[in-house]
Protein backbone atom coordinates (compact mmCIF):
# COMPACT_ATOMS: atom_id res chain seq x y z
CA UNK A 1 0.00 0.00 0.00
CA UNK A 2 1.29 3.33 -1.11
CA UNK A 3 2.41 5.69 1.98
CA UNK A 4 0.38 8.48 1.83
CA UNK A 5 2.60 11.76 1.90
CA UNK A 6 0.62 15.35 2.20
CA UNK A 7 1.84 17.68 -1.25
CA UNK A 8 3.08 21.19 -0.81
CA UNK A 9 2.71 24.53 -2.46
CA UNK A 10 4.45 26.91 -1.84
CA UNK A 11 3.28 30.69 -3.02
CA UNK A 12 5.75 33.58 -2.82
CA UNK A 13 5.77 37.19 -4.61
CA UNK A 14 7.80 39.50 -6.80
CA UNK A 15 8.00 42.67 -7.80
CA UNK A 16 5.79 45.10 -5.77
CA UNK A 17 3.50 44.29 -2.99
CA UNK A 18 -0.37 44.08 -3.23
CA UNK A 19 -0.23 41.82 -6.28
CA UNK A 20 -3.16 39.83 -4.85
CA UNK A 21 -1.28 36.20 -3.53
CA UNK A 22 -3.96 35.92 -0.78
CA UNK A 23 -6.60 36.13 -3.19
CA UNK A 24 -4.87 34.04 -5.59
CA UNK A 25 -3.81 31.51 -3.20
CA UNK A 26 -7.87 31.40 -2.12
CA UNK A 27 -8.82 30.88 -5.37
CA UNK A 28 -6.76 27.77 -6.01
CA UNK A 29 -7.74 26.61 -2.62
CA UNK A 30 -11.46 26.74 -3.68
CA UNK A 31 -10.70 25.43 -7.52
CA UNK A 32 -9.39 22.11 -5.48
CA UNK A 33 -12.06 22.05 -3.24
CA UNK A 34 -13.91 21.45 -6.04
CA UNK A 35 -12.18 18.92 -7.63
CA UNK A 36 -12.13 16.63 -4.63
CA UNK A 37 -8.82 17.62 -3.33
CA UNK A 38 -8.57 17.86 1.02
CA UNK A 39 -6.68 21.40 1.38
CA UNK A 40 -5.45 23.26 4.04
CA UNK A 41 -3.82 27.11 3.59
CA UNK A 42 -1.44 28.51 6.30
CA UNK A 43 0.11 32.30 5.65
CA UNK A 44 3.67 33.20 6.72
CA UNK A 45 4.37 36.63 7.71
CA UNK A 46 7.85 38.42 8.10
CA UNK A 47 7.19 40.88 10.28
CA UNK A 48 8.35 41.24 13.84
CA UNK A 49 4.69 41.06 15.59
CA UNK A 50 3.69 37.97 17.30
CA UNK A 51 0.57 38.57 15.44
CA UNK A 52 -1.99 40.56 13.68
CA UNK A 53 -3.63 42.30 16.71
CA UNK A 54 -1.81 45.33 17.93
CA UNK A 55 -1.27 46.53 14.23
CA UNK A 56 -3.41 49.86 13.05
CA UNK A 57 -5.52 49.44 10.11
CA UNK A 58 -4.57 52.43 8.08
CA UNK A 59 -0.74 50.56 7.70
CA UNK A 60 -1.94 46.58 7.55
CA UNK A 61 -5.63 46.26 6.55
CA UNK A 62 -8.86 44.71 8.77
CA UNK A 63 -7.66 42.22 12.24
CA UNK A 64 -9.33 38.88 10.94
CA UNK A 65 -10.61 37.08 13.68
CA UNK A 66 -10.71 33.00 13.46
CA UNK A 67 -12.95 30.57 15.52
CA UNK A 68 -10.39 30.12 18.50
CA UNK A 69 -9.18 33.93 18.81
CA UNK A 70 -6.52 34.75 16.70
CA UNK A 71 -6.00 37.95 15.62
CA UNK A 72 -4.33 37.35 11.90
CA UNK A 73 -3.84 38.74 8.74
CA UNK A 74 -6.32 39.84 6.39
CA UNK A 75 -5.59 37.43 3.77
CA UNK A 76 -6.94 34.24 6.40
CA UNK A 77 -10.66 36.57 5.45
CA UNK A 78 -10.10 35.33 1.51
CA UNK A 79 -9.18 31.84 2.20
CA UNK A 80 -12.53 31.40 4.77
CA UNK A 81 -14.74 33.00 2.18
CA UNK A 82 -13.66 30.78 -0.86
CA UNK A 83 -12.82 27.76 0.94
CA UNK A 84 -13.82 24.83 3.57
CA UNK A 85 -10.41 24.93 4.75
CA UNK A 86 -10.50 25.01 8.62
CA UNK A 87 -8.66 27.89 10.13
CA UNK A 88 -7.26 28.74 13.06
CA UNK A 89 -4.43 31.04 15.20
CA UNK A 90 -2.02 28.91 13.91
CA UNK A 91 -2.33 29.36 10.60
CA UNK A 92 -1.00 32.81 10.67
CA UNK A 93 2.93 32.21 11.90
CA UNK A 94 4.77 35.39 11.62
CA UNK A 95 8.94 35.96 12.28
CA UNK A 96 7.62 37.07 15.82
CA UNK A 97 5.60 33.63 16.95
CA UNK A 98 8.60 32.17 15.47
CA UNK A 99 11.40 34.15 17.13
CA UNK A 100 9.38 34.03 20.55
CA UNK A 101 9.22 30.41 20.30
CA UNK A 102 13.03 29.77 19.63
CA UNK A 103 13.42 32.10 22.39
CA UNK A 104 11.33 30.58 25.27
CA UNK A 105 12.76 26.68 24.20
CA UNK A 106 16.34 28.57 24.49
CA UNK A 107 15.35 30.06 27.68
CA UNK A 108 14.49 26.30 29.17
CA UNK A 109 17.03 24.88 28.33
CA UNK A 110 16.30 23.00 25.16
CA UNK A 111 18.98 23.26 22.89
CA UNK A 112 21.48 22.14 25.39
CA UNK A 113 23.78 25.15 25.83
CA UNK A 114 23.85 25.55 22.12
CA UNK A 115 24.63 28.54 20.31
CA UNK A 116 21.09 29.81 18.98
CA UNK A 117 21.31 30.80 14.93
CA UNK A 118 19.02 31.56 12.62
CA UNK A 119 20.19 28.47 10.64
CA UNK A 120 19.03 25.65 11.67
CA UNK A 121 17.47 26.66 14.88
CA UNK A 122 14.66 29.66 13.01
CA UNK A 123 14.27 27.66 9.84
CA UNK A 124 13.41 24.25 11.58
CA UNK A 125 10.94 26.03 13.71
CA UNK A 126 9.48 27.48 10.45
CA UNK A 127 9.67 24.11 9.02
CA UNK A 128 8.02 22.45 11.90
CA UNK A 129 4.83 25.46 11.42
CA UNK A 130 5.17 24.33 7.58
CA UNK A 131 4.20 20.25 8.16
CA UNK A 132 2.01 20.88 11.12
CA UNK A 133 -0.78 19.85 8.59
CA UNK A 134 0.67 16.72 7.24
CA UNK A 135 -1.42 13.67 7.63
CA UNK A 136 -3.89 11.34 5.88
CA UNK A 137 -6.56 13.47 5.91
CA UNK A 138 -5.22 16.25 4.01
CA UNK A 139 -3.38 16.26 0.26
CA UNK A 140 -2.17 19.49 -0.26
CA UNK A 141 -0.91 22.43 1.50
CA UNK A 142 -1.12 25.99 0.84
CA UNK A 143 1.35 28.21 2.67
CA UNK A 144 1.33 32.16 1.28
CA UNK A 145 4.50 34.03 2.29
CA UNK A 146 4.06 38.02 3.20
CA UNK A 147 6.01 40.50 1.29
CA UNK A 148 8.48 40.34 -1.86
CA UNK A 149 11.08 38.37 -2.87
CA UNK A 150 13.91 39.50 -1.76
CA UNK A 151 12.84 41.36 1.08
CA UNK A 152 14.98 40.86 3.99
CA UNK A 153 12.56 40.41 6.47
CA UNK A 154 12.05 37.39 4.30
CA UNK A 155 14.97 35.55 4.02
CA UNK A 156 15.01 32.70 7.03
CA UNK A 157 10.76 32.11 5.26
CA UNK A 158 12.38 31.62 1.85
CA UNK A 159 15.88 29.14 3.58
CA UNK A 160 13.08 26.74 5.09
CA UNK A 161 11.14 26.83 1.98
CA UNK A 162 14.52 25.41 0.02
CA UNK A 163 15.27 23.29 2.94
CA UNK A 164 11.50 21.34 3.51
CA UNK A 165 11.76 21.33 -0.33
CA UNK A 166 14.75 19.38 -0.10
CA UNK A 167 13.80 16.84 2.66
CA UNK A 168 10.15 16.59 1.68
CA UNK A 169 11.18 15.22 -2.06
CA UNK A 170 10.93 17.38 -5.08
CA UNK A 171 8.16 15.73 -6.33
CA UNK A 172 5.71 16.38 -3.55
CA UNK A 173 6.59 20.35 -3.46
CA UNK A 174 5.93 22.89 -5.99
CA UNK A 175 7.12 27.22 -6.02
CA UNK A 176 4.57 29.32 -7.29
CA UNK A 177 5.75 32.73 -7.80
CA UNK A 178 3.17 35.73 -8.71
CA UNK A 179 4.99 38.23 -10.21
CA UNK A 180 4.22 41.47 -12.09
CA UNK A 181 4.13 42.35 -15.91
CA UNK A 182 3.67 45.64 -16.42
CA UNK A 183 2.32 47.77 -19.09
CA UNK A 184 3.71 50.97 -20.31
CA UNK A 185 0.83 53.47 -21.98
CA UNK A 186 3.55 55.39 -23.78
CA UNK A 187 4.89 52.47 -25.26
CA UNK A 188 2.28 50.54 -25.33
CA UNK A 189 4.27 47.56 -24.48
CA UNK A 190 3.95 44.36 -21.62
CA UNK A 191 7.79 44.59 -19.89
CA UNK A 192 8.65 41.24 -18.76
CA UNK A 193 12.56 42.37 -17.23
CA UNK A 194 10.93 42.59 -13.60
CA UNK A 195 9.69 39.02 -14.09
CA UNK A 196 13.32 37.75 -14.65
CA UNK A 197 15.04 39.61 -12.11
CA UNK A 198 12.19 38.87 -9.54
CA UNK A 199 12.71 34.83 -10.23
CA UNK A 200 16.39 35.48 -10.24
CA UNK A 201 16.39 37.04 -6.93
CA UNK A 202 14.58 32.80 -6.26
CA UNK A 203 17.33 31.63 -7.55
CA UNK A 204 19.68 33.23 -6.02
CA UNK A 205 17.94 32.03 -3.03
CA UNK A 206 17.92 28.41 -4.15
CA UNK A 207 14.45 28.15 -5.07
CA UNK A 208 13.62 27.51 -8.66
CA UNK A 209 9.66 28.46 -9.23
CA UNK A 210 7.82 25.94 -11.22
CA UNK A 211 4.55 27.80 -11.90
CA UNK A 212 4.51 31.88 -12.70
CA UNK A 213 1.47 33.66 -12.44
CA UNK A 214 1.83 37.26 -13.96
CA UNK A 215 -0.24 39.92 -12.87
CA UNK A 216 -0.59 42.11 -16.16
CA UNK A 217 -3.27 44.42 -17.49
CA UNK A 218 -2.94 42.88 -21.12
CA UNK A 219 -3.37 39.64 -22.30
CA UNK A 220 0.50 37.84 -22.88
CA UNK A 221 1.27 36.95 -26.08
CA UNK A 222 2.89 33.55 -27.00
CA UNK A 223 5.51 34.84 -27.92
CA UNK A 224 6.22 36.86 -24.09
CA UNK A 225 4.99 33.23 -22.46
CA UNK A 226 7.77 31.33 -24.39
CA UNK A 227 10.57 34.16 -23.78
CA UNK A 228 9.74 34.18 -19.76
CA UNK A 229 9.83 30.35 -19.80
CA UNK A 230 12.88 30.78 -20.98
CA UNK A 231 14.60 33.37 -19.43
CA UNK A 232 12.92 32.22 -16.00
CA UNK A 233 14.01 28.24 -16.74
CA UNK A 234 9.84 27.21 -15.89
CA UNK A 235 8.42 25.07 -18.79
CA UNK A 236 5.96 27.07 -21.06
CA UNK A 237 2.92 25.22 -20.14
CA UNK A 238 3.43 26.27 -16.38
CA UNK A 239 2.79 29.97 -17.44
CA UNK A 240 0.22 31.84 -17.26
CA UNK A 241 -1.56 35.28 -16.78
CA UNK A 242 -3.61 36.51 -14.15
CA UNK A 243 -5.93 39.81 -15.80
CA UNK A 244 -7.91 42.42 -13.52
CA UNK A 245 -11.19 40.66 -13.76
CA UNK A 246 -13.66 43.02 -14.81
CA UNK A 247 -16.99 43.10 -12.30
CA UNK A 248 -16.47 40.95 -9.36
CA UNK A 249 -13.14 39.20 -7.46
CA UNK A 250 -15.93 36.44 -7.46
CA UNK A 251 -15.11 35.94 -11.48
CA UNK A 252 -11.18 35.03 -10.30
CA UNK A 253 -11.91 31.36 -9.33
CA UNK A 254 -13.42 30.75 -13.42
CA UNK A 255 -10.54 32.73 -14.67
CA UNK A 256 -7.91 31.08 -13.07
CA UNK A 257 -9.71 27.39 -13.93
CA UNK A 258 -9.97 28.32 -17.67
CA UNK A 259 -5.90 29.10 -17.60
CA UNK A 260 -6.15 25.71 -16.40
CA UNK A 261 -4.09 26.93 -13.37
CA UNK A 262 -5.30 23.67 -11.05
CA UNK A 263 -5.10 21.37 -13.49
CA UNK A 264 -1.44 22.52 -13.25
CA UNK A 265 -0.81 22.05 -9.83
CA UNK A 266 -2.33 18.60 -10.05
CA UNK A 267 -0.45 17.83 -12.57
CA UNK A 268 2.65 19.24 -11.01
CA UNK A 269 2.49 17.26 -8.11
CA UNK A 270 0.77 14.14 -9.58
CA UNK A 271 -2.61 14.52 -7.12
CA UNK A 272 -5.67 12.75 -7.59
CA UNK A 273 -8.57 14.39 -8.17
CA UNK A 274 -11.88 14.82 -10.21
CA UNK A 275 -13.30 17.16 -12.67
CA UNK A 276 -14.13 20.74 -10.92
CA UNK A 277 -17.38 21.28 -10.15
CA UNK A 278 -18.15 24.92 -10.58
CA UNK A 279 -21.45 25.35 -10.85
CA UNK A 280 -22.22 27.81 -7.79
CA UNK A 281 -19.68 29.77 -8.78
CA UNK A 282 -20.72 30.18 -11.65
CA UNK A 283 -24.16 30.59 -10.83
CA UNK A 284 -22.67 33.48 -8.73
CA UNK A 285 -21.11 35.09 -11.17
CA UNK A 286 -24.39 35.41 -12.87
CA UNK A 287 -26.14 36.42 -10.36
CA UNK A 288 -23.38 39.34 -9.94
CA UNK A 289 -23.48 40.38 -13.68
CA UNK A 290 -27.23 40.18 -13.58
CA UNK A 291 -28.98 41.91 -10.35
CA UNK A 292 -32.25 43.19 -10.06
CA UNK A 293 -31.97 46.18 -8.47
CA UNK A 294 -29.71 48.75 -7.02
CA UNK A 295 -29.38 50.66 -3.95
CA UNK A 296 -26.74 52.97 -1.90
CA UNK A 297 -26.00 52.06 1.38
CA UNK A 298 -23.15 54.44 3.33
CA UNK A 299 -21.00 52.61 5.73
CA UNK A 300 -19.86 55.76 8.58
CA UNK A 301 -16.51 54.75 10.03
CA UNK A 302 -13.13 55.98 10.73
CA UNK A 303 -11.46 54.19 8.46
CA UNK A 304 -12.81 54.68 5.22
CA UNK A 305 -10.03 55.96 3.73
CA UNK A 306 -8.55 52.67 2.88
CA UNK A 307 -10.80 50.50 1.84
CA UNK A 308 -8.84 47.25 3.48
CA UNK A 309 -9.40 48.57 7.11
CA UNK A 310 -13.05 47.07 6.68
CA UNK A 311 -12.60 44.09 4.19
CA UNK A 312 -14.64 41.58 5.60
CA UNK A 313 -17.46 44.22 6.15
CA UNK A 314 -17.28 45.33 2.50
CA UNK A 315 -17.39 42.05 1.23
CA UNK A 316 -20.24 40.54 3.49
CA UNK A 317 -22.12 43.26 1.86
CA UNK A 318 -21.71 42.31 -1.41
CA UNK A 319 -22.50 38.83 -0.49
CA UNK A 320 -25.97 40.09 0.96
CA UNK A 321 -26.24 42.14 -2.44
CA UNK A 322 -25.93 38.26 -4.40
CA UNK A 323 -28.02 37.08 -2.00
CA UNK A 324 -30.89 39.67 -2.82
CA UNK A 325 -30.28 39.90 -6.37
CA UNK A 326 -28.92 43.41 -6.06
CA UNK A 327 -25.81 45.50 -7.00
CA UNK A 328 -24.98 47.43 -3.85
CA UNK A 329 -23.35 51.02 -4.07
CA UNK A 330 -21.66 51.29 -1.01
CA UNK A 331 -20.61 55.11 0.40
CA UNK A 332 -17.56 55.43 2.50
CA UNK A 333 -18.00 58.27 5.04
CA UNK A 334 -15.92 59.33 7.42
CA UNK A 335 -17.64 59.87 10.91
CA UNK A 336 -15.29 63.08 11.38
CA UNK A 337 -17.67 64.76 8.36
CA UNK A 338 -20.73 63.85 10.08
CA UNK A 339 -22.80 66.10 12.35
CA UNK A 340 -26.37 66.70 13.52
CA UNK A 341 -26.88 69.42 11.22
CA UNK A 342 -25.86 68.03 7.82
CA UNK A 343 -26.72 64.03 8.39
CA UNK A 344 -29.61 64.68 6.54
CA UNK A 345 -28.08 66.05 3.62
CA UNK A 346 -25.39 63.75 3.56
CA UNK A 347 -27.43 60.33 4.58
CA UNK A 348 -30.86 61.15 2.97
CA UNK A 349 -30.21 59.18 -0.32
CA UNK A 350 -29.07 56.44 1.60
CA UNK A 351 -31.40 52.89 1.74
CA UNK A 352 -29.18 51.58 4.71
CA UNK A 353 -26.74 52.44 7.17
CA UNK A 354 -23.80 50.53 8.60
CA UNK A 355 -21.41 51.66 11.76
CA UNK A 356 -18.66 48.85 11.49
CA UNK A 357 -16.28 48.24 14.62
CA UNK A 358 -12.88 50.43 15.75
CA UNK A 359 -11.18 51.73 18.56
CA UNK A 360 -10.61 54.95 19.97
CA UNK A 361 -12.44 58.23 19.89
CA UNK A 362 -12.29 59.74 16.34
CA UNK A 363 -15.25 59.85 14.82
CA UNK A 364 -17.64 58.88 17.76
CA UNK A 365 -19.98 61.97 18.01
CA UNK A 366 -20.68 61.56 13.85
CA UNK A 367 -21.21 58.04 14.27
CA UNK A 368 -23.86 58.71 16.67
CA UNK A 369 -24.92 61.71 14.66
CA UNK A 370 -25.66 59.04 11.76
CA UNK A 371 -27.66 56.31 14.32
CA UNK A 372 -29.66 58.99 15.43
CA UNK A 373 -30.77 60.13 11.87
CA UNK A 374 -31.20 56.86 11.13
CA UNK A 375 -33.22 55.77 14.02
CA UNK A 376 -35.87 58.79 13.83
CA UNK A 377 -36.28 58.74 9.92
CA UNK A 378 -36.85 54.96 10.10
CA UNK A 379 -33.21 53.85 7.68
CA UNK A 380 -32.45 50.35 8.00
CA UNK A 381 -29.49 50.75 10.79
CA UNK A 382 -26.59 47.88 10.93
CA UNK A 383 -24.06 48.24 13.86
CA UNK A 384 -21.14 45.99 13.98
CA UNK A 385 -19.42 45.90 17.46
CA UNK A 386 -18.66 49.59 18.16
CA UNK A 387 -21.71 50.41 16.28
CA UNK A 388 -24.08 48.47 18.73
CA UNK A 389 -22.24 50.58 21.32
CA UNK A 390 -23.00 53.87 19.32
CA UNK A 391 -26.38 52.40 19.06
CA UNK A 392 -26.83 51.65 22.83
CA UNK A 393 -25.39 55.60 23.54
CA UNK A 394 -27.65 57.63 21.32
CA UNK A 395 -30.71 55.59 22.47
CA UNK A 396 -29.85 56.70 25.78
CA UNK A 397 -29.22 59.98 25.69
CA UNK A 398 -32.03 61.12 23.02
CA UNK A 399 -34.54 58.51 24.23
CA UNK A 400 -33.77 57.37 27.70
CA UNK A 401 -33.27 61.01 28.87
CA UNK A 402 -29.01 60.16 29.81
CA UNK A 403 -27.94 63.62 28.08
CA UNK A 404 -24.30 62.64 29.08
CA UNK A 405 -24.58 58.84 28.10
CA UNK A 406 -21.28 57.39 27.16
CA UNK A 407 -18.98 54.83 26.75
CA UNK A 408 -15.86 54.38 29.57
CA UNK A 409 -13.69 53.87 26.72
CA UNK A 410 -14.11 57.53 25.87
CA UNK A 411 -15.42 59.83 28.99
CA UNK A 412 -14.33 58.81 32.40
CA UNK A 413 -16.84 61.75 33.75
CA UNK A 414 -19.95 60.67 32.71
CA UNK A 415 -22.56 59.73 34.96
CA UNK A 416 -24.09 57.20 32.57
CA UNK A 417 -21.73 55.15 31.62
CA UNK A 418 -24.02 52.77 29.59
CA UNK A 419 -21.10 51.12 27.95
CA UNK A 420 -17.84 50.25 30.10
CA UNK A 421 -15.02 48.22 30.60
CA UNK A 422 -15.72 43.91 30.73
CA UNK A 423 -14.89 42.95 34.19
CA UNK A 424 -11.92 40.71 33.42
CA UNK A 425 -10.67 43.51 30.65
CA UNK A 426 -9.89 46.10 34.21
CA UNK A 427 -6.27 44.42 35.52
CA UNK A 428 -5.16 43.51 31.90
CA UNK A 429 -2.46 45.78 30.85
CA UNK A 430 -0.64 43.75 28.00
CA UNK A 431 -2.56 45.16 25.12
CA UNK A 432 -1.89 41.61 22.56
CA UNK A 433 -4.09 38.86 22.31
CA UNK A 434 -6.35 40.17 25.49
CA UNK A 435 -9.14 40.87 23.99
CA UNK A 436 -12.83 39.42 24.29
CA UNK A 437 -11.87 37.19 21.34
CA UNK A 438 -12.77 33.93 19.15
CA UNK A 439 -16.34 32.91 18.79
CA UNK A 440 -18.78 33.32 21.83
CA UNK A 441 -22.45 31.90 21.94
CA UNK A 442 -24.97 34.13 21.86
CA UNK A 443 -28.88 33.03 22.43
CA UNK A 444 -31.40 35.21 20.43
CA UNK A 445 -34.49 36.07 22.16
CA UNK A 446 -38.29 34.96 20.62
CA UNK A 447 -40.12 37.36 17.69
CA UNK A 448 -37.04 39.59 17.52
CA UNK A 449 -35.65 40.77 13.54
CA UNK A 450 -32.35 38.98 14.40
CA UNK A 451 -34.21 35.44 15.72
CA UNK A 452 -36.42 35.87 12.36
CA UNK A 453 -33.16 36.44 9.97
CA UNK A 454 -31.14 33.66 11.67
CA UNK A 455 -34.09 30.97 11.95
CA UNK A 456 -32.64 29.99 15.34
CA UNK A 457 -32.59 30.40 18.87
CA UNK A 458 -28.66 29.45 19.40
CA UNK A 459 -25.48 30.88 17.56
CA UNK A 460 -21.87 31.53 17.96
CA UNK A 461 -20.35 34.59 16.39
CA UNK A 462 -16.55 35.87 16.83
CA UNK A 463 -15.91 38.80 19.39
CA UNK A 464 -13.23 41.35 19.33
CA UNK A 465 -13.27 44.00 21.93
CA UNK A 466 -12.64 45.05 25.69
CA UNK A 467 -15.92 47.55 26.49
CA UNK A 468 -19.79 46.11 26.51
CA UNK A 469 -22.85 46.89 27.03
CA UNK A 470 -23.48 48.16 31.13
CA UNK A 471 -26.03 45.74 32.50
CA UNK A 472 -26.61 48.65 35.56
CA UNK A 473 -28.31 50.36 32.57
CA UNK A 474 -30.15 47.54 31.16
CA UNK A 475 -33.83 47.69 33.19
CA UNK A 476 -33.79 51.33 32.48
CA UNK A 477 -33.24 51.09 27.95
CA UNK A 478 -35.41 48.36 27.92
CA UNK A 479 -38.37 50.28 29.73
CA UNK A 480 -37.55 53.11 27.47
CA UNK A 481 -38.36 50.84 23.96
CA UNK A 482 -34.52 49.38 23.85
CA UNK A 483 -34.75 45.56 22.78
CA UNK A 484 -32.36 42.99 24.21
CA UNK A 485 -32.73 40.50 21.15
CA UNK A 486 -29.38 38.15 22.41
CA UNK A 487 -27.79 37.87 25.55
CA UNK A 488 -24.41 35.35 26.34
CA UNK A 489 -26.14 32.54 28.09
CA UNK A 490 -23.11 31.52 29.95
CA UNK A 491 -22.34 35.46 30.85
CA UNK A 492 -25.61 36.92 30.72
CA UNK A 493 -23.61 39.76 28.57
CA UNK A 494 -25.95 41.38 25.59
CA UNK A 495 -24.89 40.68 22.35
CA UNK A 496 -27.77 41.96 19.95
CA UNK A 497 -30.06 45.13 20.83
CA UNK A 498 -32.84 46.25 18.19
CA UNK A 499 -35.79 48.59 18.43
CA UNK A 500 -39.84 48.08 17.59
CA UNK A 501 -41.46 50.25 14.92
CA UNK A 502 -38.40 50.23 13.02
CA UNK A 503 -37.92 48.85 9.36
CA UNK A 504 -34.29 47.19 10.79
CA UNK A 505 -32.70 48.19 13.63
CA UNK A 506 -30.32 46.44 14.80
CA UNK A 507 -26.50 46.64 16.88
CA UNK A 508 -24.25 43.65 17.38
CA UNK A 509 -21.57 43.35 19.76
CA UNK A 510 -19.52 40.64 17.62
CA UNK A 511 -18.15 40.92 13.96
CA UNK A 512 -20.51 38.65 11.68
CA UNK A 513 -18.71 40.07 8.59
CA UNK A 514 -15.88 36.86 9.30
CA UNK A 515 -18.45 34.21 8.86
CA UNK A 516 -20.35 35.57 5.80
CA UNK A 517 -19.40 33.86 2.47
CA UNK A 518 -20.32 34.92 -1.42
CA UNK A 519 -21.72 31.38 -1.31
CA UNK A 520 -23.68 32.04 1.65
CA UNK A 521 -24.22 35.50 2.64
CA UNK A 522 -24.89 35.91 6.56
CA UNK A 523 -28.03 36.33 7.36
CA UNK A 524 -27.78 39.27 9.36
CA UNK A 525 -26.16 40.73 6.76
CA UNK A 526 -29.15 39.76 3.94
CA UNK A 527 -31.77 40.69 6.24
CA UNK A 528 -30.07 44.20 6.53
CA UNK A 529 -29.83 44.71 2.21
CA UNK A 530 -33.15 43.18 2.05
CA UNK A 531 -34.50 45.93 4.52
CA UNK A 532 -32.54 48.19 2.13
CA UNK A 533 -34.04 47.31 -0.79
CA UNK A 534 -37.57 47.97 0.37
CA UNK A 535 -37.05 51.19 1.93
CA UNK A 536 -35.60 52.21 -1.86
CA UNK A 537 -38.32 50.56 -3.58
CA UNK A 538 -41.01 52.67 -0.98
CA UNK A 539 -39.06 55.80 -1.78
Known amino acids: MTKHVTKHVFITGGVVSSLGKGLTTACIGALLET ?55 SSNITSGRIYQNVINKERK ?25 DGPEVD ?39 TLV ?23 IGIQPDLLVCRTEKPLTQEMRDKIAMFCNVEKQYVFDERDVEHSI ?24 GPAKLEPWQNLVHGILNPKSTIDIAVVGKYVELKDAYKSVYEAIDHAGIANQCDIKVHRINAEEITDDNAGKRLR ?34 GL ?104 PELDLVEIVELKDHPFFVGVQFHPEFQSKPLKAHPLFAAFVGAAIKRSQAK
Not at 112 to 126: A, K, R, Y
Not at 153 to 172: K, T
Not at 250 to 273: K, M
Not at 352 to 380: D, Q, W, Y
Open 35 to 89: RGVRVRIQKFDPYINVDAGTMNPFQHGEVYVTVDGGETDLDLGHYERYTTTPLSR
Open 349 to 382: SMAGILVPGGFGERGIEGKISAVRFARENKVPYY
Open 140 to 178: IVLSELGGTAGDIEGMAFMEAFRQFAYEHGRENVAFLHL
Open 385 to 488: CLGMQIAVIEFARHVADMKDAHSSEFSRETQHPVISLLKEQRNIKDMGGTMRLGAQPCRLADGTVSRAAYGTTDVMERHRHRYEFNNEFRARLVERGLVIAGVN
Open 109 to 133: GAYLGGCVQVVPHITNEIKAHIRQW
Open 250 to 273: YELPLQLHQSGLDEAVIRRLGLQA
Open 182 to 204: PYLRASGELKTKPTQQSVGVLRQ
